[in-house]
């Protein structure tokens, strides 16, 4: 397992922190995704396969923007 954290702007309420973990655990090879909102980081479990470049199209995708 490989914990990866990635700042995100833009999330301001839980259906943000929603959609993000939801489009996060959509990665193939995510096994977890914990949004805070307060600190605006995404903290991801995975195989240890993501790259990093696929957390940040998934957020992307989702309307918000890694930092």
Request: proline share 3%; net charge negative; charged share 20%.
């Amino acid at each position: 397992m490989k914990t990866l954290k990635v700042l995100v702007d833009g999330m301001t309420c839980a259906h943000c922190k929603a959609a993000v973990e939801k489009a996060i655990g959509s990665v193939p090879g995510v096994s977890a995704v914990e949004v805070d909102l307060n600190k605006k980081t995404a903290t991801v479990e995975t195989d240890g396969s993501v790259e990093m470049t696929a957390i940040h199209q998934a957020v992307i995708e989702s309307g918000y923007q890694p930092l």
